[in-house]
C-alpha cells in the first residue's frame, strides 16, 4: 500500500512555463484535494475531487487546473507559471472513520520554485 | 475563513504539557488536528464532532466546545518526538468530502 504518491518532488519552472503535478493515490478513496502551503503558513484548498469525472475550485484556483479521469488519478496543471505560485503542494485523499467522521492521508508534496 | 491557533510557537522541556488552542467565527461541525514535521507532510492525529467531544491519542487529547466555536489540543508529559508544526482544521458542514479549512499552525518545540 504505497498511500497518496506524489510527484515531481522538486521543481524548477521558469515564468510562463507550465507542468503537470501528479497525485495518485491506492486506497480507492473517493475524495481527493489539492492544497499549496506557503513559508509559515496554513494548507489553502486549490482544488478538490468528490469522485471521477467530479472536480471543483477550493479558495485559491486563479492559474491551476484539475481532473480526475479515474478514481486513482488526480494531476493539477499549471498552465502559465507565476512567481506567485512558488509554494509547496500537497495532494490528499479523505477516507471515512464511520459515524460521520473523515481523516486525511497527505503525500509527501511537490517543492516548486517559479523563477 | 482561516481558523485562529494560538499560540504561534512555543518551546517546552521534556515533560512540560502545552495547549493549543483553535478559534472560528463560523459554526463548526468538525475539527481535524494534524502534526507536520519540518519537511514532511502532515500527519493526522484525531477529527472531533459537534456536541462537545473530548478525544485522545496517546498522551494528545483534544476537546470541541461547539457553543464557543472552539478546539484545544492537549500535550501531556511532552516527548521530543512531539516537536512539530500542529495545525487544526475546521469544517462547517457534514457534507461527505468534508472540505477542511486549516489554520496558520502552532510550532512546537521539546528541548531535552
Known amino acids: 500500500n504505497a498511500g497518496v504518491t506524489q510527484t515531481p518532488k522538486f521543481r524548477i519552472l521558469k515564468i510562463g512555463q507550465s507542468m503537470t503535478l501528479q497525485c495518485t493515490q491506492d486506497?480507492?478513496?473517493?475524495?481527493m484535494y489539492w492544497y499549496r502551503q506557503d513559508p509559515g503558513m496554513g494548507l489553502k484548498l486549490i482544488y478538490y475531487?468528490?469522485?471521477?469525472?467530479?472536480?471543483d475550485k477550493g479558495e485559491v484556483p486563479n492559474g491551476y487546473n484539475v481532473s480526475r479521469s479515474t478514481t486513482e488519478d488526480f494531476p493539477l496543471r499549471l498552465e502559465l507559471a507565476a512567481p506567485s505560485q512558488t509554494s509547496v503542494y500537497f495532494c490528499a485523499s479523505s477516507y471515512s472513520l464511520g459515524q460521520g467522521r473523515y481523516g486525511y492521508t497527505f503525500g509527501s508534496g511537490t517543492r516548486l520554485t517559479v523563477v | 475563513q482561516q481558523p485562529v491557533q494560538s499560540p504561534q510557537a512555543v518551546i517546552l522541556r521534556e515533560g512540560e504539557d502545552a495547549v493549543i488552542n483553535c478559534s472560528s467565527s463560523?459554526?463548526?461541525?468538525?475539527v481535524h488536528w494534524y502534526r507536520q514535521k519540518h519537511g514532511e507532510a502532515p500527519v493526522f492525529l484525531m477529527i472531533l464532532l459537534k456536541g462537545g467531544e473530548q478525544k485522545g491519542h496517546e498522551k494528545i487529547s483534544a476537546s470541541f466546545n461547539e457553543k464557543k466555536q472552539q478546539s484545544s489540543l492537549y500535550l501531556t508529559a511532552s516527548q521530543l518526538s512531539y516537536s512539530g508544526t500542529y495545525f487544526c482544521?475546521?469544517?462547517?458542514?457534514?457534507?461527505?468530502?468534508?472540505?477542511?479549512?486549516f489554520g496558520t499552525g502552532t510550532k512546537l518545540q521539546v528541548i531535552p
Open positions: 486506497m480507492n478513496h473517493n475524495y
Open positions: 482544521g475546521t469544517a462547517t458542514n457534514s457534507g461527505g468530502y468534508q472540505k477542511v479549512t
Open positions: 475531487s468528490v469522485g471521477a469525472g467530479i472536480t
Open positions: 463560523k459554526a463548526l461541525y468538525s
